[in-house]
């Protein structure tokens, strides 16, 4: 390793800069900041260093004018918190003096101004600041100053003559030296380069090397903390230190906590036997210190007592469990449950599941409140953990339409709150009330579905007890029913999802745990269409108001639609008021089928309700007319969805082509064969003039 040059030292100091480079030779604790380098990066010793191998920190300013670095690396290849700033070195020099160190093959620099580094996150501690500066000419030397957050430490100057080319290292010559820095609580470092003898200030480079051995400094002890059983708890730990710091956490002060290895300890699930004192153990390579101890001071949590918020189901029906999180300890529990008896009216209590066999008695003498005393048998008490006692059950007398709120809360009339252990000690206890929302009663709450670019499907907000359920389809057997991934959102009195038509159909409903469900079921249904041909259509769905401009609010621009009633009436979409002409007022609910063209390829989507019940639809005898099956159900069109048909009745699909059907009077069996409803597709249908079965009766529900 070079040393320093003993003539421009004092002997005292060569002395002790000595012992701590062996030190920094054993440790890796230089930090090198190689200021200007590109293609010229430096590695190895300066006027102090390690090895041959010593890293260096590379910053580049110009052109940006800027340069950060965080975390700075030691020589030895170890991460500090320590980060740089370069500021005003808008110009990058590089020259070729013969025999110069690397360091001085390039530099920032700036011309009549001041080239500033400021280094952050100092650990506390005394440093030696080495500062580097210097062009090819001679006289091209740099004035430096050592700025300690608002404190100036003086300037000094490179040479202005040729021992800055030596190859000895010469403190004045190539670096200037500032020794004993002390840096106190990460206060900020400010090395300045000032224009030298030729008006150009030059930063070349940085060592910083600590001056004594920087063991740690804890600048933040743990602390005390109190918590209950069961409970998490966090102790921490701040502390500076020149080189990576390593922490063991200890219990008492001699049972060494493994892997507690960190500047914080995290305790899980705390029981009795982990109160006491903890400390942690900092050390790096100078050497280490152990921080005081923090008390942990842990108290059973009191017995819980509490009740869930919830809602009326349509009946009117409000169930109350009583849940306990016991202790351990718990064996007698005793409480009262207050409520306003003009929302509700109690009706029956029994026994949780989580009741152990424990006896209740329940006192119901009190108007607007009720008591009940559980006590287990014998010494027996509660487990750890959640128990349901008891279940309430309560009428609600709701408002008609409207949902209001109403509380039940723990109460001390007709029976005392009291929480006990079997030697009948009083144990402490905390107790939480609920919020019972009474929604409409009678009334299951209904859907509403609409479109836009998407489909928005709402519900009212007092239904929160129900979840949105969904299904692809409603026709058939085993209609597969799975809770929405969707969330709602609470927009205007209602809970809103928004979500895109994908995919043939999707269905919605409402329904509770309980096995209510909405009033109605809705969703929507894809037809594809391709351009320039005219599709046989039937809508398949109920919406407000089944007339053209609702049931096909937004078709690509000079779409048609056919309607037949003895003659063909035509409606187009005009392509520039964007609306059906002559009108869109043409009545189109489920079960009349009309005919559809788009001048381009398109989906249709219907949109509405799912009509459940008994509905009819009626065949004029002799002549044709457009129908459909009122709902989207599959099958086979007599067989499974009960059209009448008789003998010499015609019925013709068209799918590009048409294909026609007869009912047979001898066999009296559709011809070739039994047509099969498609949803969303209608058909022409003759009923015979002979025919005396005009209706069609549908019978339909979602199951």
């Known amino acids: 390793?070079?040393?320093?040059?003993?003539?421009?030292?004092?002997?005292?100091?060569?002395?002790?800069?000595?012992?701590?480079?062996?030190?920094?030779?054993?440790q890796g604790a230089v930090l090198n900041i190689d200021v200007g380098a590109s293609d010229r990066v430096k590695t190895g010793f300066a006027a102090t260093g390690i090895s041959n191998d010593d890293f260096w920190?590379?910053?580049?300013?110009?052109?940006?004018?800027?340069?950060?670095?965080?975390?700075?690396?030691?020589?030895?290849g170890g991460v500090t918190s320590v980060g740089l700033t370069v500021i005003n070195g808008p110009g990058l020099?590089?020259?070729?003096?013969?025999?110069?160190?690397?360091?001085?093959?390039?530099?920032?620099?700036?011309?009549?101004?001041?080239?500033?580094?400021?280094?952050?996150?100092?650990?506390?501690?005394?440093?030696?600041?080495?500062?580097?500066?210097?062009?090819?000419?001679?006289?091209?030397?740099?004035?430096?100053?050592?700025?300690?957050?608002?404190?100036?430490?003086?300037?000094?100057s490179t040479a202005t003559n040729g021992t800055w080319s030596s190859t000895n290292w010469i403190e004045g010559a190539q670096y200037v030296l500032y020794s004993n820095v002390r840096v106190t609580n990460g206060s900020p470092v400010i090395v300045r380069a000032h224009p030298g003898a030729d008006g150009y200030s030059y930063m070349n480079g940085v060592q910083i090397a600590p001056a004594a051995p920087f063991s740690p400094v804890i600048s933040v002890q743990p602390t005390d903390q109190g918590a209950y059983v069961g409970a998490d708890v966090t102790f921490s730990v701040t502390a500076d230190g020149w080189d990576s710091l390593s922490y063991q956490w200890a219990f008492e002060g001699t049972n060494i906590l493994t892997g507690a290895t960190s500047s914080s300890l995290t305790l899980t699930n705390v029981q009795l036997s982990q109160a006491g004192n903890y400390s942690v153990l900092l050390s790096n390579a100078y050497g280490s210190v152990t921080s005081s101890n923090a008390l942990l001071f842990l108290t059973n949590p009191p017995s819980f007592l509490r009740l869930r918020d919830t809602t009326n189901d349509v009946d009117g029906a409000v169930i109350m469990p009583v849940v306990l999180i016991a202790k351990g300890d718990e064996h007698k529990v005793a409480f009262s449950l207050s409520f306003d008896p003009a929302r509700l009216t109690y009706v029956s209590a029994g026994l949780g599941?989580?009741?152990?066999?424990?006896?209740?008695?329940?006192?119901?003498?009190?108007?607007?409140?009720?008591?009940?005393?559980?006590?287990?048998?014998?010494?027996?008490?509660?487990?750890l953990g959640s128990h349901e006692l008891v279940t309430f059950n309560f009428s609600a007398i709701a408002p008609?339409?409207?949902?209001?709120?109403?509380?039940?809360?723990?109460?001390?009339?007709?029976?005392?709150?009291?929480?006990?252990?079997?030697?009948?000690?009083?144990?402490?206890?905390?107790f939480n009330s609920a919020i019972v929302t009474l929604g409409p009663l009678g009334s299951?709450?209904?859907?509403?579905?609409?479109?836009?670019?998407q489909v928005i499907i709402s519900w009212p907000l007092w239904a929160t007890n129900f979840i949105l359920q969904e299904a692809p389809t409603v026709s058939g057997p085993g209609i597969n029913w799975t809770n929405s991934s969707a969330l709602p959102v609470a927009t205007n009195g209602e809970s809103v999802v928004t979500t895109p038509p994908a995919g043939v159909s999707k269905f919605y409903r409402l329904s509770t745990q309980s096995n209510s469900y909405s009033?109605?079921?809705?969703?929507?249904?894809?037809?594809?269409?391709?351009?320039?041909?005219?599709?046989?259509?039937?809508?398949?769905?109920?919406?407000?108001?089944?007339?053209?401009?609702?049931?096909?609010?937004?078709?690509?621009?000079?779409?048609?639609?056919?309607?037949?009633?003895?003659?063909?009436?035509?409606?187009?979409?005009?392509?520039?008021?964007?609306?059906?002409?002559?009108?869109?007022?043409?009545?189109?609910?489920?079960?009349?089928?009309?005919f559809f063209k788009s001048p381009t390829a398109t989906t249709l989507?219907?949109?509405?309700?799912?009509?459940?019940?008994?509905?009819?639809?009626?065949?004029?005898?002799?002549?044709?007319?457009?129908?459909a099956s009122i709902v989207p159900q599959l099958g086979r069109l007599t067989t499974d969805l009960g059209l009448p048909g008789e003998p010499n009745d015609i019925l013709q699909t068209f799918n590009y082509n048409w294909t026609a059907y007869s009912f047979d009077d001898i066999d009296l069996a559709w011809v070739p064969s039994e047509p099969t409803n498609t949803i969303g597709r209608g058909f022409f249908y003759k009923k015979a003039t002979t025919g005396t079965r005009t209706s069609w009766i549908q019978n339909f529900t979602v199951q």
């Open 353 to 383: 599941s989580g009741a152990d066999g424990a006896t209740v008695l329940v006192d119901t003498n009190q108007t607007g409140s009720v008591g009940a005393v559980l006590t287990l048998p014998g010494a027996a008490t509660y487990s």
């Open 444 to 453: 299951r709450p209904p859907l509403r579905i609409r479109q836009s670019n």
């Open 93 to 156: 020099t590089g020259f070729n003096y013969p025999g110069v160190d690397a360091m001085y093959k390039a530099c920032c620099y700036q011309y009549g101004g001041v080239v500033a580094l400021t280094l952050t996150n100092m650990p506390s501690g005394q440093y030696d600041f080495y500062l580097y500066g210097h062009a090819g000419a001679d006289h091209a030397n740099t004035v430096f100053e050592l700025v300690l957050g608002a404190q100036s430490l003086g300037t000094k």
């Open 400 to 430: 008609t339409f409207l949902p209001s709120l109403t509380l039940i809360a723990f109460a001390d009339i007709p029976t005392v709150r009291r929480v006990s252990d079997a030697q009948d000690n009083a144990l402490d206890a905390s």
């Open 57 to 76: 920190n590379v910053a580049i300013t110009a052109p940006s004018q800027v340069a950060n670095i965080p975390n700075l690396k030691l020589a030895g």
């Open 605 to 627: 989507t219907f949109v509405g309700e799912v009509l459940q019940g008994q509905f009819t639809n009626t065949f004029p005898k002799g002549q044709y007319t457009i129908r």
């Open 1 to 26: 390793m070079k040393g320093h040059n003993s003539a421009h030292r004092q002997l005292g100091n060569w002395l002790a800069i000595l012992f701590f480079a062996n030190i920094l030779v054993a």
């Open 519 to 594: 009033a109605n079921v809705v969703g929507y249904y894809n037809v594809v269409c391709p351009a320039n041909q005219y599709m046989l259509l039937g809508n398949p769905l109920h919406t407000t108001n089944d007339v053209l401009g609702n049931v096909i609010p937004n078709p690509i621009p000079n779409s048609i639609v056919q309607n037949y009633l003895g003659g063909y009436t035509g409606y187009s979409f005009d392509d520039v008021d964007l609306v059906w002409v002559p009108n869109g007022n043409l009545p189109l609910p489920p079960g009349q089928g009309f």
